[in-house]
């Protein structure tokens, strides 16, 4: 085993998979047809990590995050991300008290789950604001530091097929996120699943009608996050993890390889996953499955190459299979 690390017993890993398993269903009852998006969304979440949603409009994005927030009962906040959106119109401002003094009201950064829709819209200021609150989990207002939520995550959304009017997010940006998961559009019966759903009386902007129910809160929460850090890794696997990342950064497909903060997000996100299918290890198998949702956005594909239609998936599939996978 890696370090000095203590490990979570398989009795405790099963029951918090039994936890998780409940949260899944309730959230694949409202996000029909993103199971995957479900599983690497709340993997991420328990991991303590941001996620990027990407996907065109109209697949569940929203819902996912406000379905998310109502299953563990934590606040649930969306800001629409514009060109003309300011600082302080996410973090809050110092307003002038009847009294004289000064008083600080919160923006909306100041909740759980943070919806911060087409993020790509708002200026280069702007999204520095929210890197700050992403990396210190705090912001700071003329000179004040101000702490946000335990909870605090930033679900953030992109469109892949608009780009007139947007800002694209820099690479230390998007480096904070540790997942991007792709939402794709659903199957034919699942599309047909939907519709009847809304005969049902199913209303996007209606949380009432989603008929969920709450299965964890924010102490339920912690309580998943500090077991996942638990969860064993052998020297083998983070080896694994080492060279994954390590060979995106000479692959003659990538400009741009992962840095190490990418090493430590597949590290983590891996041992969320293992840790919510009760298991008390992580396998090599989930960080193959999951490095693609860790590492797509963290490289750039060689220009020819994207000419070409080759995908950040595509370049990073390749890249997996060369490296050696290590023995069970």
Excluded: W
């Excluded at 930033?154 to 991007?180: C, H, S, W």
């Excluded at 500090?226 to 692959?251: C, D, G, K, N, P």
Aim: without cysteine.
């Amino acid at each position: 085993m890696a370090g000095s690390q203590a490990v979570i017993s398989e009795t405790e890993a099963e029951a918090h998979a039994n936890v998780a398993a409940a949260v899944v269903s309730q959230l694949e009852q409202v996000v029909l047809g993103q199971p995957a998006a479900i599983r690497e969304s709340f993997a991420a979440l328990v991991a303590r990590g941001h996620v990027l949603l990407e996907g065109v409009p109209g697949t569940a994005k929203t819902l996912l995050v406000r379905s998310l927030g109502q299953v563990l009962g934590l606040e649930f906040r969306r800001i629409q991300f514009t060109p003309d959106l300011m600082p302080s119109d996410i973090t809050g401002v110092n307003l002038l008290g009847a009294q004289g003094g000064f008083t600080f009201r919160p923006g909306p950064l100041f909740g759980d789950l943070v919806l911060a829709d087409e993020i790509n819209r708002a200026p280069a200021k702007t999204q520095a604001a929210l890197l700050e609150a992403m990396q210190e989990r705090s912001v700071t207002v003329d000179g004040t530091s101000h702490p946000l939520s335990a909870a605090f995550t930033v679900f953030a959304t992109q469109n892949p097929i608009e780009f007139e009017g947007t800002y694209p997010l820099p690479e230390a940006e998007l480096d904070r996120f540790m997942v991007k998961v792709a939402l794709g559009y659903p199957e034919a019966s699942v599309e047909q699943g939907i519709l009847s759903r809304v005969l049902g009386g199913f209303e996007a902007d209606e949380p009432e009608s989603f008929g969920i129910s709450r299965v964890l809160d924010a102490e339920g929460l912690a309580a998943l996050r500090e077991a996942a850090r638990r969860v064993r890794v052998e020297e083998s696997l983070t080896a694994y993890i080492t060279a994954i990342v390590r060979a995106t950064r000479t692959a003659p497909a990538l400009t741009l390889g992962a840095s190490p903060r990418a090493s430590v997000a597949l590290l983590k996100v891996a041992q969320a996953t293992a840790l919510l299918e009760g298991r008390a290890y992580i396998t090599p198998d989930d960080v193959k499955q999951l490095a693609p949702a860790v590492l797509r956005h963290r490289v750039v594909v060689a220009p020819e190459l994207e000419l070409e239609g080759v995908s950040a998936d595509a370049a990073l599939a390749s890249v997996i299979e060369r490296v050696d996978v290590p023995r069970a």
